[in-house]
C-alpha cells in the first residue's frame, strides 16, 4: 500500500502543472516571429527583385500597359479637272465606337473604385449618352440603347462616316455633363462630289479605304500617301496630358490634275444617255480629244454608276469602255489605210479606180459592198466617201502587207497608249504572215480590233498634220507637269503634212456627201468618217448575225482640227449603222465643244469634188 502524499508534495506538484502552460505560448510567439520574419523577408527579396534587379523589365511592362498607339491616316490626294474643279476629295470623317463597360463604370478600373457620385452618373449615363448621339447622328435615343448598355462588350461601333466636326460637338457635350465612354476612330471618306460624273475613268475607294477602280487604283501610290501613328501614355479617363507623347506626322497624298472638262464631261455623259433611251443600245462611249496635243477633254461612259456607292453598280457598267472594250472599228479604219496608201505615194485622191460588183473567195465566202452595184468605176476619193469596201481592198492590195502593218503599227494600233487607266486593252493586229483574205478585211476594218482611245489617237494624228501624241488624262501632281512613266509622250511624225490635208479633204468629202443634218455644223466646215461591224461572239466563236457596233469620227475645222470627237454605240435596237446612230452624238457633242474652246468658224465653206 502506498503511503499518501505530504501536503508539501501536492503544492508542489499542482505549482509544476500550473507553470507548464507558460512554456506553450512562448514557443508559439517564437514560431510565429520566425514565420512572420520568413515572409518579411521574401517580401524584401520580391522587392529587391523588383526594384533592383528587374526594375527595367517591370517598369516596361507597366509603360506598355499605360501606352496606347494611334494610326493617323494620311489624307488622300485630291482629283480635279482641267479648270480645278474638285472631282474627288477626302472628307475628315470618323468611326463612333462606345465602350459599354466604361460607360457602366463612369470610367473607373472596377466598381470598387466608384463614389456614391460615380455610381449616380453612370446609371444616368446610357439614356444621356443616347440623347446626345440622336441629337447629332439622327434616330431616336432607343436605338443606341442596347449598344451603350451591353455587359459583354467594351467596343461597339455606333455610327461609320461621322463628319469630324459632328463628333466634336458630341464630345463638346459630353465634357460638359462630364460623361465618358464615346470615343472616335479616324476613318477619311471619299467623296465624289458630281456623282456619277466621269465615274467610270476616276474608279472608286471602297469602305475599307482601298482603291478599286479608275485613276483612283492606278494612281494608288501617289494618291494614297504614307500613315503616321501617336504614341502616348493613357488612364481610363483618356490621354495623360503629361504623359509620353511621340508624333509621326502622315504624308499626305499628291492631288492630281486631269485633262478632262468637268461640264464638258457633262454633257456627253447627258447625250450618251438620251442616245441609249432614243435606241436602246446595250452601251455607248464618247471620245472628246485635242488632236493637236493628245489630250482627253472628255471620256464619257453609259450606262455609268455612281462612285459614292458603287455596290449598288452593274459590275459590267463601272469599266471604262473607252480604254477596256477592244471593237472591229468598221470603216472608220479607212482613215488609216488611205492615209497610208496615200503617204506611200501608192495612190492618188483623183486616181480612177475600176470597183468590181463583189469579191469572192471561194464558194462562201465572198465581200460585198453596203449598197448593191455592178462593175462601177470611182475615183480614190469617191471610194472613201462612199466608203466601199471592195474599192479599199481593191487599193490596198497594191501595198505589201509589210507596208501596211508598219503604218497601222505607227498609228498605235496592236499595243496599249498607257494613257494611265488600269484594264486598258491591246487590242489586235494581225501579224504580217497573214492571208491574202485577213489583210483585204483589215483594210476595211474588219479582222482586227481597237479601242476607241486607240482609234482617237491615231485620226488624231492623221488630221493635225501627221504627228502622233500620246493621249492624256492626267496633266498635273500637286500643281506640276505630270509625265506618265512608262508612257512615251515623245511627239513623232507618222505621216506627212501634205498626206494630212489629203486625208482631212477624204473626209470633208464624206461629210459633204452624206444627207444627214448630223454632217453638218453651222459655221464650220467638218470631217468625218461612219464605221459600223458586226460584234464577235465567243459563244459560237463566230460573228453575231444581229448585234452590230456602230460609230462615227468628226474633226472640226477641217482646214485647222482643233476638236476630234469620236462616238462609238454597242447593239443599238433602233438604227444599224454608224450614220444613223452614233453620228447625232458626234454633230451634238461637236455642236458643244467648238464655241466652248471659242474656236473661230471657218472662214470658207467646203466645195464638192468628183467622187467618180
Not at 229 to 234: A, C, G
Not at 571 to 597: E, F, T
Request: hydrophobic content about 40%.
Amino acid at each position: 500500500m502506498t503511503a499518501p502524499k505530504s501536503t508539501a508534495a501536492r503544492q508542489l506538484s499542482r505549482l509544476r502543472r500550473a507553470r507548464l502552460p507558460l512554456v506553450s505560448p512562448i514557443r508559439r510567439l517564437r514560431a510565429l516571429l520566425i514565420a512572420i520574419a520568413v515572409v518579411f523577408s521574401l517580401c524584401a527579396g520580391r522587392a529587391l527583385q523588383v526594384q533592383a534587379f528587374d526594375a527595367k523589365t517591370y517598369a516596361t511592362a507597366a509603360a506598355d500597359q499605360m501606352q496606347q498607339t494611334q494610326v493617323l491616316p494620311a489624307s488622300r490626294g485630291e482629283i480635279s479637272d482641267r479648270y480645278g474643279d474638285i472631282l474627288a476629295f477626302t472628307e475628315d470623317t470618323v468611326q463612333v465606337v462606345a465602350d459599354p463597360k466604361m460607360i457602366r463604370t463612369n470610367g473607373k478600373m472596377t466598381d470598387g473604385q466608384m463614389t456614391s457620385y460615380d455610381r449616380e452618373v453612370a446609371a444616368a449615363a446610357p439614356q444621356q449618352l443616347a440623347e446626345i448621339l440622336a441629337r447629332h447622328l439622327g434616330n431616336t435615343p432607343q436605338s443606341y440603347l442596347p449598344q451603350l448598355t451591353d455587359p459583354k462588350s467594351s467596343y461597339k461601333v455606333i455610327a461609320k462616316r461621322v463628319p469630324a466636326q459632328t463628333f466634336a460637338d458630341i464630345q463638346a457635350e459630353m465634357t460638359q455633363a462630364k460623361l465618358l465612354g464615346l470615343r472616335r476612330i479616324t476613318a477619311p471618306t471619299r467623296r465624289y462630289p458630281n456623282g456619277s460624273l466621269a465615274s467610270n475613268l476616276i474608279g472608286w475607294v471602297n469602305q475599307q479605304g482601298e482603291a478599286a477602280g479608275g485613276l483612283e487604283l492606278s494612281l494608288e501610290k501617289q494618291l494614297k500617301g504614307t500613315d503616321g501613328k501617336e504614341v502616348y501614355d493613357s488612364s481610363p479617363n483618356g490621354k495623360i496630358p503629361l504623359g509620353d507623347n511621340v508624333l509621326i506626322p502622315p504624308q499626305n497624298g499628291h492631288n492630281v490634275g486631269l485633262t478632262i472638262d468637268n461640264s464638258l464631261q457633262l454633257l456627253a455623259e447627258q447625250r450618251l444617255a438620251k442616245a441609249l433611251a432614243d435606241t436602246g443600245a446595250e452601251a455607248a462611249a464618247v471620245v472628246v480629244m485635242n488632236p493637236n496635243t493628245g489630250e482627253m477633254l472628255a471620256m464619257a461612259n453609259a450606262p455609268s454608276f455612281d462612285s459614292n456607292d458603287p455596290g449598288k453598280s452593274n459590275p459590267q457598267d463601272m469599266t471604262n469602255r473607252i480604254t477596256t472594250n477592244a471593237y472591229e472599228p468598221g470603216s472608220v479604219q479607212k482613215i488609216l489605210t488611205f492615209a497610208a496608201m496615200l503617204d506611200s505615194g501608192t495612190i492618188d485622191p483623183d486616181e480612177k479606180v475600176k470597183v468590181p460588183a463583189v469579191i469572192k473567195y471561194d464558194k462562201v465566202n465572198s465581200v460585198h459592198d453596203a449598197w448593191s452595184h455592178g462593175e462601177i468605176t470611182l475615183r480614190a476619193r469617191g471610194i472613201f466617201a462612199k466608203s466601199s469596201n471592195l474599192g479599199t481592198i481593191t487599193l490596198a492590195r497594191k501595198m505589201s502587207k509589210e507596208q501596211l502593218y508598219s503604218y497601222y503599227t505607227a498609228f498605235g494600233l496592236g499595243k496599249r497608249t498607257n494613257i494611265g487607266v488600269g484594264g486598258e486593252s491591246a487590242g489586235l493586229l494581225p501579224k504580217t504572215n497573214i492571208a491574202d483574205y485577213t489583210r483585204d478585211s483589215n483594210s476595211f476594218g474588219s479582222g482586227l480590233s481597237v479601242t476607241a482611245i486607240q482609234n482617237a489617237a491615231a485620226v488624231g494624228a492623221i488630221v493635225n498634220g501627221g504627228v502622233y501624241h500620246a493621249p492624256t488624262v492626267i496633266s498635273t501632281m500637286d500643281g506640276q507637269p505630270y509625265t506618265r512613266p512608262n508612257q512615251d509622250t515623245t511627239p513623232r511624225r507618222v505621216i506627212s503634212e501634205n498626206t494630212s490635208a489629203q486625208v482631212r479633204s477624204l473626209m470633208e468629202q464624206q461629210a459633204l456627201n452624206q444627207t444627214s443634218p448630223a454632217f453638218s455644223i453651222n459655221g464650220y466646215r467638218i470631217g468625218a468618217k461612219t464605221g459600223t461591224a458586226r460584234l464577235f461572239d465567243p459563244g459560237c466563236n463566230c460573228y453575231s448575225r444581229d448585234r452590230l457596233v456602230v460609230s462615227t469620227v468628226g474633226v472640226a475645222p477641217i482646214d485647222n482640227p482643233q476638236v476630234l470627237v469620236y462616238a462609238v454605240v454597242w447593239n443599238p435596237k433602233k438604227g444599224a449603222s454608224g450614220a444613223a446612230v452614233a453620228a447625232p452624238i458626234m454633230h451634238d457633242v461637236m455642236q458643244l465643244a467648238l464655241p466652248r474652246y471659242a474656236v473661230p468658224p471657218s472662214s470658207t465653206k467646203g466645195v464638192k469634188l468628183p467622187l467618180q
